[in-house]
């Protein structure tokens, strides 16, 4: 399989693609403030980089519960020089983590390939027409309701059956507008509005979400899941959870993976990947 996302074709296979976050924002969860100057960004975004990321994923917005909303102006302050620099100097495959569409034509215009919509498209009606003119790749991911009001949406009948069916139809509205279906993946929304139990499902399940046949991506890095499985209320300090949840998404069929920790994540998810080949009967069989 393949994600085409602009010029850049990407090869979904054997092994996962690592997509390294960078938030130029004063307040993620995790890294805010840490990457704030343009100079610490470019200097991070080259670390992951030498670290083999594939893909580097700047974003401008935080999206963690109850995040207050940043204007458009102020995310491309944010994150325009710091693609535009890195698109540059490297030539990496850049996404951007925006809702936003004037956010996503104008960091596109600098050199992404990628808009990584954590609204699934439906924050902003401009956006699908931003993806199709442009040809860039898109992330449709599962959030219920927005940042602010997700954790109350917090309710599913059955969580797997539900996400499946919100991404099929974001999958097929894209479609409709014109996208072309090898430049869409696609993304559960891990802490989105669900519960550690709603996380675990979908981690657990994730091979119902592959049956709708683009690319699965996840991003379990240091989320609060792990926090409250593992009793580390340090984000930072989350890194061997984080593999654990790596390595199950993997093991059910993720294919792009968000993470903090680039050199670990890849070590884990190769040996994941190999791991995935065995158990569903790739090459060698089971006395190999
Ligand atoms: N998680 C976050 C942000 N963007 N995009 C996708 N596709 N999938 C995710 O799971 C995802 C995402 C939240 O993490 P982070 O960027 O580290 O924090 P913040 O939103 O506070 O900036």
Redesign the pocket.
Known sequence: MHWQCRHQRLTIGAEPLIMG?L?V?P??????GRFVSVEAALARGREMLAAGAHII?I?GE???PG?QPVEADAECRRVLPVIEALAAETGAVISV?TMKSVVAREAIRCGAVIV?D?SGMLADPGMAAVVRETGAGV?L?HMPGNPQTMQAHAHYGSVVDDVALWLASRLSDALASGIAAEAIAM?P????GKTTDHNLHLIAQLDWLAELGRPI???V???RFIGELSGVDVADQRLAGSLAALTCAVLHGASIL?V?DVAESRQASLVAAALRKRVHGGAGGRHA
């Open positions: 976050i938030n924002t307040d993620s969860f995790s890294d805010g994923d974003g935080s999206t963690r995040a983590d990584n954590v992330v991911m993304d929304g891990i802490g989105f991506m996840v991003g890095s240091r989320k968000r903090h």
